[in-house]
C-alpha cells in the first residue's frame, strides 16, 4: 500500500470514529432510529435475556408478551448482537454493534475494490472514498452485517472463485453468519453466488468446487444458527400471523411507480443515500461507456447497472397483484418476504458508484478533478444522515426519553404488585416501551405470533378497525403490530406530553381484554369517554426527564 493511500486509510478510521463518537460521549441521552429499533428489536434483546429462554427449547414461550409469545419469535441465541445486549446495556450494546458493523462494512467493500475492480495504484482515492462512504450508509440497525457485510463476503468468494484464498477468507465465511441475518440479507446474496456457480458451470464449463464449497459451507452455518427460524418458517404446523399476510395487491402502473420511487430514493431498511450524487454520477458515466470501447472495466459496470434496475424492478412486482392466486397456494411465499432481492442493492450501488467514478477518470485529467469534489459531497451527505444529527433535528426522543425507565418505576411502584400478576396494554405509544421496563403485555409488535392470538385481540379493537378502513387493512392484512389501535389516532404512537391530542371515542372490548388478563391501559393522551367502556381513571404520571405523559386506567 502506498503511503498516501495508508493516510487516506487512517483519515478514514478517523472520519468513522468521530461519525460514531456521539452513541459513545452522548450515552442514553444519543438520538438513535425509533422506528424497526428503540419500538421494537432493542426491547425484544432485553425481554428475551430476562425471560430466561435465551437457550429455552424449540416450543418455550415468554410468558412477558400476549400471555406468551413463542421463544422463536426473538430469533437465534447465536447472534452476536444478542450476546451484545446480554452482556453489556442496552445503549452501549448498541454503539459496539455500529461500530462493528462499520468497520467491517468498509474493510469489506476496501478490500473487494482492491482485489477484484480497482487494483490500480491510481485508484486508490476512489477506492477508500467509495469504502467510506459506504460504511456510512444509514442501515438498518439489527441487520448488523446482514447488507453491510455483503462486500466482505464477495471479496471472499471472488477469492475463492478465483483460485487466490487463503484461510483469511474462510475466515469471514464462517464468522459472518453470527454477526448478520439469513432472512434480513444473505439468503439473497448466497442466492446471487449460486447462480454465479451455475453460471461458472454451464456456461463456462468449470464447476468450481471450492467455490461451492464455500457456498455449501455458509449456507450450512446460517441454517444451523437461525434453527429456530427454519423450524418456524417449514416444520411448525400452528399457524402464524404471517399466514394472512396479503402484499400482492399493486396494479401494474403502481408497481411501475414503486420501482422508480425504490430505484431513485431506496428503501428505509436498506438506504443508500444515492439519489442526489450517486445516481447522476451513474448515468453520466453510462452514457459515457456507450462512447467507448467496452473493457472489463465497463462491462462490469453495465453489468451493476442494469443489476441495479432489476433488483428495483423485482422489489416493487413482487407486490403485484397477479402474484396473488400462487402466494394463496404457496404459503412459503406469502411468509418469507422474496422482495427483499433488492437488500442486494447498497453493495450494489457502492461498487458501481466507484466503477462509474473510474470511467469518469479514465477520461482524461479535466473529467478527473470533479472525481474528489464527487466523493467529498457524497461523505458530506452522508455525514448528515448520522443518527444524532438526523433524529434529533426530527424532534424524536432520545434512548433515554423514549424507554423513560424512571417514570415506569414510578407507575410500577404506585400499582404496587408483581408485574407478572397482572396485563397491560399501550394506547398512542410503543409496547415495547412498556415492555423494556418490564411490564407484561397484551400487545406487542413482532414479526410473527399464533394466528389464534391475532384473531383474540382483533375482538378487543373491532370496533376501532371498523371506524378505519387504513387500520382494518393495515392489522388484517399485515398485523405484525398488535396494538389497541384508535381510529383517531391512526397509526400514530408517538404523542409526547406536549401533545393536546385527546380520544373522544373509544370503542374497545374491554370485556375481552380483561378475560385475556388486561387490567391497565398506559395512554399517553386522554380518553374521554374512559367510563363508558369501563375504564377507571387512576392517576396520570410525568416527569422531567420523559417526554411522555402516561394516563392510567384501570378496567372495571
Not at 69 to 77: C, D, H, K, S, V
Not at 108 to 114: P, R, T, V
Not at 418 to 430: C, E, F, N, Q, T
Not at 460 to 465: G, R, Y
Request: aromatic letters at 16%; a positive charge; proline letters at 4%.
Amino acid at each position: 500500500m502506498e503511503r498516501r493511500e495508508q493516510k487516506a486509510v487512517a483519515i478514514a478510521f478517523i472520519v468513522l470514529a468521530l461519525y460514531l463518537s456521539p452513541l459513545y460521549i452522548l450515552g442514553e441521552h444519543a438520538h438513535i432510529r425509533v422506528h424497526d429499533n428503540m419500538d421494537s428489536n432493542i426491547a425484544w434483546y432485553r425481554v428475551l435475556v430476562r425471560s430466561g429462554q435465551l437457550f429455552g427449547p424449540i416450543d418455550a414461550v415468554i410468558p412477558q408478551v400476549i400471555n406468551g409469545l413463542p421463544r422463536n419469535a426473538f430469533g437465534t441465541e447465536f447472534s452476536g448482537i444478542v450476546w451484545l445486549h446480554a452482556l453489556l446495556p442496552s445503549m452501549m450494546a448498541y454503539a459496539i454493534s455500529q461500530t462493528i458493523t462499520r468497520i467491517f462494512a468498509f474493510l469489506g467493500m476496501y478490500w473487494l475494490l482492491k482485489r477484484h475492480f480497482l487494483p490500480h495504484r491510481e485508484s486508490w482515492l476512489i477506492r477508500v472514498g467509495a469504502a467510506l462512504a459506504f460504511a456510512l450508509t444509514p442501515f438498518w440497525p439489527s441487520g448488523m452485517l446482514s447488507t453491510l457485510g455483503m462486500p466482505l463476503a464477495l471479496w471472499a468468494f471472488l477469492s475463492i472463485r478465483n483460485g487466490e484464498a487463503t484461510w483469511k477468507e474462510w475466515l469471514a465465511i464462517i464468522l459472518l453468519p453470527f454477526y448478520s441475518s439469513f432472512v434480513l440479507g444473505f439468503f439473497f446474496f448466497l442466492a446471487a453466488m449460486a447462480a454465479v456457480w451455475l453460471y461458472d458451470g454451464v456456461v463456462r464449463r468449470r464447476w468450481n468446487q471450492p467455490f461451492f464449497t464455500a457456498l455449501a459451507l455458509m449456507t450450512g452455518i446460517f441454517l444451523a444458527i437461525e434453527y429456530r427460524l427454519v423450524y418456524s418458517l417449514v416444520l411448525d404446523g400452528e399457524p402464524t400471523s404471517r399466514n394472512e399476510f396479503l402484499s400482492s395487491r399493486l396494479s401494474f402502473v403502481h408497481c411501475l411507480r414503486l420501482m422508480l420511487k425504490n430505484y431513485v430514493l431506496g428503501h428505509t431498511h436498506v438506504m443508500t443515500v444515492h439519489g442526489l450524487i450517486i445516481l447522476p454520477v451513474l448515468w453520466a458515466a453510462f452514457f459515457l461507456v456507450w462512447r467507448r470501447t467496452r473493457g472489463p472495466l465497463e462491462r462490469r459496470f453495465l453489468l451493476l447497472f442494469w443489476l441495479n434496475i432489476a433488483l428495483s424492478a423485482w422489489y416493487a412486482f413482487w407486490f403485484y397483484k397477479g402474484w396473488q392466486p400462487l402466494k394463496e397456494r404457496i404459503s412459503l411465499l406469502n411468509t418469507f418476504n422474496f422482495a427483499r432481492f433488492h437488500f442486494l442493492r447498497p453493495m450494489v450501488i457502492y461498487l458501481d458508484f466507484a466503477l462509474a467514478l473510474q470511467i469518469i477518470a479514465k477520461e482524461g485529467a479535466a473529467w478527473r478533478r470533479p472525481v474528489p469534489i464527487v466523493l467529498t459531497l457524497q461523505l458530506l451527505l452522508l455525514g448528515g444522515f448520522n443518527e444524532e444529527i438526523r433524529y434529533r433535528l426530527a424532534g424524536t426522543p432520545s434512548f433515554e426519553q423514549f424507554y423513560s425507565e424512571s417514570l415506569f418505576a414510578k407507575i410500577k411502584q404506585y400499582i404496587g404488585k408483581p408485574v407478572s400478576s397482572y396485563r397491560i396494554a399501550s394506547v398512542g405509544l410503543h409496547p415495547a416501551i412498556a415492555q423494556y421496563n418490564g411490564f407484561y403485555t397484551l400487545d406487542t409488535y413482532n414479526n410473527f405470533y399464533p394466528l389464534s392470538y391475532k384473531r383474540t385481540f382483533r375482538r378487543i379493537i373491532a370496533k376501532e378497525l371498523d371506524k378505519s378502513p387504513m387500520l382494518k387493512d393495515y392489522f388484517d392484512h399485515w398485523g405484525n403490530r398488535v396494538y389497541l389501535f384508535s381510529a383517531e389516532l391512526g397509526k400514530h404512537y408517538m404523542f409526547t406530553k406536549r401533545s393536546h391530542k385527546v380520544i373522544h371515542h373509544f370503542a374497545i372490548n374491554t370485556r375481552v381484554f380483561r378475560q385475556l388478563g388486561g387490567k391497565y391501559i398506559f395512554s399517553s393522551v386522554p380518553i374521554e369517554n374512559a367510563r363508558d367502556i369501563h375504564l377507571r381513571f387512576l392517576r396520570a404520571f410525568t416527569d422531567r426527564q420523559s417526554v411522555w405523559k402516561i394516563y392510567v386506567y384501570e378496567v372495571e
